[in-house]
């Protein structure tokens, strides 16, 4: 598993100049600074005028979305999730059911994997385009999350590596540097690394985004996600475009 991150994260590094990261050389000092100064730049203001826009433009979308679901397999159609946002203060996440009623009934949520037989017909299009996560717009409205930061996560999951074990997100190395900053839609994490790798290895991307934020940084972030979005690559392990493909085994050469 270290080799994957190794072959992943350095040329990630490489993609957006920045050096590699040393989870042992974070600052949080430092990395405060550098969430602050993003925000202060127009994060916030941004995120409302974007997020306004995208609920009223994604209107017609929420419409067919839920018959859709409503269809396939019944109600609910949003599902309400309680992740950890800034500073581990819970909130209540919104997304769209992608998955049966069975994995409604799990006391501790077991983490998503390829080809997960829990995913509906439905939700399989839904994960494909992150259309799930449009609800997720109005997190990012009342505050609680941003376009763009490390994912927001359960309290508590099982992962698919941990042969059925409880995961205590709280435990793992880098949750407490990871929680200053808010969550995101999308992030370096969420383009770069494969759904089902554990966290340890996840944190270390949400740890070189808090270590570089920047207005600009989010720009060019969003920009990649929506040219997956458009393409419908979300649930390509790995790399989710041929184009950040080719600068990795340009890097690695």
Known sequence: MKNLIDRVIIPIERFLAYPVIKQQRINTTKEIHSIHSSEAFGKRPFDILVSLIGLIISSWLWVIISIAIIIEDGFPIIIRQK???????????????SMKHSALKEKINIQASSNDNRVTRVGKVLRKCALDELPQLINILLGDMSF???RALLPA????HTNGAACDIKKIP????????RPGLTGIAQIWAPRDLPRKYKFKYDLLYIRKASFLLDLKLIIISFLITFKGTWERRGIKLNLLRKKQQQSIS
């Not at 950890?84 to 059911?97: A, M, V």
């Not at 880098?174 to 900053?181: F, L, T, V």
């Open 83 to 97: 992740r950890i946002g800034r500073n581990g203060i819970l909130f209540d996440s919104f997304k769209f059911r």
């Open 148 to 150: 763009v930061g490390p």
């Open 157 to 160: 999951e099982i992962e698919v």
């Open 174 to 181: 880098g949750y407490e540097k990871r929680i200053i900053a």
